[in-house]
């Protein structure tokens, strides 16, 4: 249903319209879509962590430790304290406004990094519909690693590279992929991309995407690899070619042999 932006309008519809049972905050939340904060706090006490970004949704503050071990998600707690405009210079805020914790609540804290790898602070991946959330995981990079395996010559190599698919209400992991031995530009999600619920990573080193289908019970289901072929039939056409390229050699020698 259409809802109106002036503010006098939507400030009407609140006082004539009683919320459905158990939804009253939801209302109250939709009102500061009018609301422009003009005010700026400084000097905020705030922990020592690194943090991220939000949610397309607004709903959660990504933010990871220093040592990039574990993640630490946060839930905003919406605006807290106003007071009119008159008396903005003059108005002293109460002391949980100089303070983090006035404006967020921690929800929880996930460590995800194990021994010798390191959270990837510039890569987040989000899925408004399930609010499933994509981050990664990685060993340091090998800069002179051996091209072998079809690899790319100068191409550099990860060790372990993790994709953890987590749950944001409750912070549960849903499920992992680990790429070995790989390279996949993670900075800023340039390696990775999410379309609805298919995922394509892309394998510098080996010079395939590798396609992806979030599931909505959080599992990560293998759709297909482009690389060496594009096609799920095509090693069968290629091998089916060798072979009957192979026996065409194998009869023309034959005949040759009983002309002679």
């Known amino acids: 249903m259409f809802k109106s932006n002036n503010v006098t309008a939507r400030i009407f519809q609140r006082q004539i319209c ?40 607004g709903l959660y503050l990504i933010s990871f430790s220093r040592n990039h071990q574990d993640l630490i998600i946060y839930r905003p707690r919406w605006p807290s304290f106003s007071c009119k405009e008159e008396d903005c210079d003059t108005h002293e805020l109460p002391p949980k406004a100089k303070k983090f914790e006035g404006f967020f609540t921690e929800l929880y804290s996930v460590s995800l990094a194990t021994s010798g790898e390191l959270i990837c602070k510039d890569f987040f991946l989000y ?88 599931r909505d019970s959080g599992n990560l289901v293998d759709v297909r690899t482009i690389g060496e072929f594009c096609r799920e039939d095509d090693e069968l056409f290629l091998y089916s070619s060798v072979q009957a390229s192979a026996l065409l050699k194998a009869a023309s020698g034959f005949m040759l042999f009983i002309m002679l």
């Open 127 to 214: 899925m408004e519909n399930n609010q499933f959330g994509l981050f990664a995981t990685s060993t340091a990079q090998i800069h002179d690693a051996p091209a072998v395996g079809g690899a790319v010559q100068g191409v550099p190599c990860v060790e372990k590279i993790t994709f953890h698919l987590l749950r944001m209400e409750d912070g549960v992991v849903l499920d992992e992929r680990v790429f070995w031995s790989d390279y996949v530009n993670l900075a800023h999600s340039m390696g990775v991309f999410l379309y609805d619920d298919l995922l394509a990573i892309v394998s510098l080193r080996y010079q395939r995407i590798h396609i992806l289908q979030i």
């Open 18 to 57: 009683t919320p459905a049972p158990g939804t009253s905050i939801y209302s109250a939340r939709r009102f500061y879509e009018n609301i422009v904060p003009s005010c700026t706090i400084y000097d905020v006490e705030c922990p020592d962590h690194s943090f991220r970004k939000f949610t397309e949704d």
